[in-house]
């Protein structure tokens, strides 16, 4: 489920949900690696032997890699990796960061040997008890949901996974890390379809709806807290909708993949995946009352449908009349290929790269968009579209991470498309031309704290704007939000030749006062590493 305030867009990229994990061992590591890091696993100061410490790599790419060892007799790991931003963590499941406001990640530069990265573990806390619903009966599958009453600086406290309710109703979460929590069961008003479950009312221990009359349970280091028992309310009162989709012709259309939206006084949430069965139809269970919407979800050349997105609204009964109209949606087809290598053979073949094209209707909710990966000659044939502008981006999913591309112009028959390219009702368009070239400037940055040599705990947000010599700041973001380090580093990479403005904030969870930014101009040109230092005066 995804949430926005804004005008919602409508991504197709379903072959994310699918994307792998790579794991590397390396308990016998590479002697040819470019970086290192190393340290010890302590609990109580002892090393402790058997833990797993992965390097998870911090990436824009979608399949990211992962680096392991395995700690030795004394505690001790090391891991050979390629250079890189990474997270270091120890696997555990009982176990907690002894220190909570810890930064993990750390940034390796070709040959460098990090030492001395530990992590000092203790034992996690543990909350029990038991749901039952008004009767008296347990929930069985019921997901308990545990929220951080409040948080040191920099200590943002969550549970890994939400547990469930066995067979008794009796729920057990532990791995928790000290500190104080709000207990709660029930999914409230914001689910809008529960499939064949029940949707209850969000009610909090000791079993009261409203959150401010919660009682906090508080568990320190490896104390348990049991008989934390929640009764909730009866179920709320959902309903049932049945609907058909249709062809253009009006006969019904089997397998087609559709979606779901409710529109809230704040907020949209939607939901896709489900399709129509053999006969053109669809049914949603366990519907609460609101205003929604159902539309059909293309998925670039597979089906090139165009569907309506129909209104409905649940009240105080079942829906059993809505109707989607399809058509046969604009299909586009071409070439990507590289600026000035047109030419060149097999200076244009691309791997794990998606054309991803956008229509808005500004008469209507939802964007119209399409997603399609390219063939390993830059082809590619992409379906599903309205008729109007329609705007194209180039966007990766790879476990390697090659470089950023970025659409340079898009001809059609020869003629640059400045605006886009318009398109009308059904039409077909051919042998268009998306010219793109790499990315290839990177800044390379420093934060520091003016009088000190460390960072105090808290959190880093790092953005850059490209500077317009005429008009000072552009609002169009060219990357943003990259990780700041454990020693204060960060690194933007795929960015144009040109001068930017890096910005860098800090500040310390639930501390207002604490805020503070600065920024600083840097130029950037092609195939180069800007490097830039930006200090912030640390307040009281």
Not at 48 to 71: H, I, K, L, M, Q
Not at 167 to 192: C, I, N
Request: hydrophobic share 35%; proline share 6%; charged share 20%.
């Amino acid at each position: 489920m995804v949430s926005s305030s804004a005008r919602w867009v409508i991504a197709c990229v379903l072959v994310i949900v699918s994307a792998p994990s790579f794991v590397r061992s390396q308990t016998n590591p590479a002697k040819t690696s470019a970086a290192s890091i190393s340290g010890k696993v302590t609990i109580k100061g002892k090393g402790v032997p058997g833990f797993v410490v992965v390097a998870n790599e911090n990436s824009r790419v979608w399949n990211r890699t992962r680096y392991r060892d395995t700690t030795d007799e004394t505690g001790a790991y090391h891991i050979n990796l390629p250079p890189g931003n990474y997270q270091i963590m120890p696997l555990t499941l009982a176990y907690v960061l002894e220190n909570q406001t810890m930064n993990t990640s750390v940034m390796l530069s070709e040959g460098e040997s990090v030492e001395d990265f530990n992590f000092g573990l203790v034992r996690g806390g543990v909350i029990t008890g038991k749901i039952t619903d008004s009767d008296g009966k347990p929930l069985i599958e019921e997901p308990v949901s545990l929220m951080p009453f409040d948080a040191n600086a920099g200590n943002m406290v969550f549970y890994r996974n939400a547990p469930q309710t066995d067979d008794r109703g009796v729920y057990r979460a532990f791995g928790l890390t000290p500190g104080k929590y709000r207990v709660s069961v029930g999914q409230g008003r914001s689910a809008f379809m529960g499939g064949p479950r029940r949707a209850f009312p969000q009610i909090f221990y000791p079993s009261v709806p409203d959150v401010s009359k919660a009682t906090v349970v508080e568990i320190k280091e490896g104390e348990e807290a049991s008989g934390i028992d929640i009764m909730v309310g009866r179920a709320l009162t959902t309903f049932t909708v049945r609907g058909l989709i249709v062809d253009e012709a009006g006969k019904p259309l089997p397998n087609a993949t559709y979606g779901v939206m409710r529109i809230t006084e704040n907020n949209r949430e939607s939901n896709s995946g489900p399709s129509s069965n053999a006969r053109g139809e669809f049914k949603l269970d366990n519907v609460l009352p609101g205003k929604y919407f159902v539309y059909v979800v293309n998925e670039g050349t597979m089906t090139n449908l165009l569907g309506e997105a129909v209104s409905f609204e649940v009240t105080d009964h079942d829906v059993n009349d809505v109707v989607v109209k399809t058509s046969k949606g604009s299909t586009v087809s071409g070439v990507v290929v590289l600026e000035g290598a047109e030419e060149k053979p097999g200076a244009n073949r691309f791997t794990d790269l998606f054309i991803h094209a956008w229509v808005e209707n500004r008469e209507s909710e939802f964007m119209n968009t399409s997603s399609i990966g390219l063939k390993p000659d830059g082809s590619f044939q992409i379906g599903g579209l309205r008729s109007g502008l329609t705007q194209f981006n180039i966007f990766q999913m790879s476990r390697t991470g090659g470089k950023p591309l970025t659409i340079v112009r898009i001809e059609r028959d020869g003629v640059v498309q400045p605006r886009g390219l318009s398109l009308k009702d059904g039409e077909v368009v051919t042998a268009l031309r998306v010219v793109v070239r790499y990315l290839t400037g990177a800044v390379r940055g420093q934060v520091k704290f003016e009088g000190s040599d460390t960072l105090p705990p808290g959190r880093f947000s790092v953005g850059v704007n490209p500077v317009d010599e005429g008009r000072g700041v552009s609002q169009r973001f060219a990357y943003n939000s990259p990780e700041v380090d454990s020693r204060g580093r960060f690194l933007l990479e795929g960015l144009a030749a040109g001068t930017y403005e890096v910005t860098v904030s800090f500040f310390v969870p639930g501390r207002y006062d604490t805020n503070q930014t600065s920024r600083q101009q840097v130029v950037v040109t092609d195939n180069t590493v800007s490097e830039v230092t930006i200090t912030l005066k640390p307040k009281p």
